[in-house]
DNA sequence: GTCTATAGTAAGATAGAC
DNA sequence: GTCTATCTTACTATAGAC
């Protein structure tokens, strides 16, 4: 797609879109309130984006990939530190909030972007790494509760300070998966502060999987 | 071609118009649909409910009723325990399994139903009933993972007897509260073996668990 | 590169016969 | 209680003017 000279439109394309799917949801938002909300037109948008489904995926793609990478990585590793990898997970969906946002409240909208068994697999690897490779059922439930915890705390409190957030929600998930956490909340909350920006929809990629442990020591 | 009896058609559309949501989405579903799998026409849908919306509601609407006056309830008695408490919740949910896990991956979708705000709501009350009225941040995730927890766990191990369920999800959820859990999930499973059935049921008050063994994952 | 106009499609809903 | 037929509406998508 040439994007001649101002790819700007197409980045305020994106951020309207996100905007009105994170107010009304993504089904419930049509591109004619898209396009009135940036004062274009229905066709204008269809300039930048081939289609509808196009524009959604647009938005949800980084997201996909760096968790993937992340999942990929970890599995690379060999061994797993649990609280690397919560950790990597929290910042991974931290960079992409509100996206993660729209994902977890709508998993079955999205289900033509292949999320639906996209983050069914992400789980079942995610809970191997966690929780090893064949977990009893209380040992598979700690993991699912450690992993959706980390992302309904995201959700939840969605306006909350990231570098607060990370230590309080970790505490919870490593708790969750029966690990002792060495960290307070408000003891290591500066610690390692941690930032991972609200919404840097450029392509930034991660490259700190394995920080020694994501705060502690 | 019986005539239906009074009610009979009725609970026929309701049934499959649960398994089409849960299959495809509620969304993605269409009156025709439904009636096509059930030999009907649309206006046939339209002498039982008057509108689409209806229909849905009439769906979500007993687990709506089960959690809220669970909450209340807890409400009223003064002090909570957090063990009972979330085994409660996991009964409402599990008496309601196909619901909950349609409102868990539809919330945004279900939004005409006051669905976002009154589970939100309900995450409120319960943090507060869970980590007390003035919580640090860390005990409030705490709680979030906990509640989340236990329905994440109910739709991803959607297939899961509930008796083994049980136990296996509140170690999981109380351990998230940072409380130490007495039972184990394999030494508890069968002695447990109660109902957490399709069927409604007086909702009751659940007792401490069984001192039994020891060892978390 | 952006917009106007419109084609094409599908959904929710109603009227009236049987 | 269920059907046939029909209506209204709203959206995606395309063609072509500026």
Known sequence: MPRARSGETR???????????SEQGVQQTSLRAIAERLGLTKPALYYHFPSR???????VQPLIEDIEELIARDEAAGSTDPRALLGGYFDASCRHRRV???VARELATLSYLDLGARVMDWRRRLIALLAGPEPDLTAQCRAVT???????????????????LRPAVLAAALSALGIEDAEDAEGAADAEGRRAAEEPEGPEKREAGKPEAAGGA
């Open 53 to 59: 489904e196009e524009l959604v995926r647009s938005l």
């Open 100 to 102: 993660t946002a729209l």
């Open 146 to 164: 450690a992993i959706g915890g980390l992302s309904d705390c995201l959700v939840f409190f969605g306006d909350a300070d990231p570098s607060e």
């Open 11 to 21: 980045e305020r394309i994106q951020a309207a879109a996100l905007d009105l799917f």
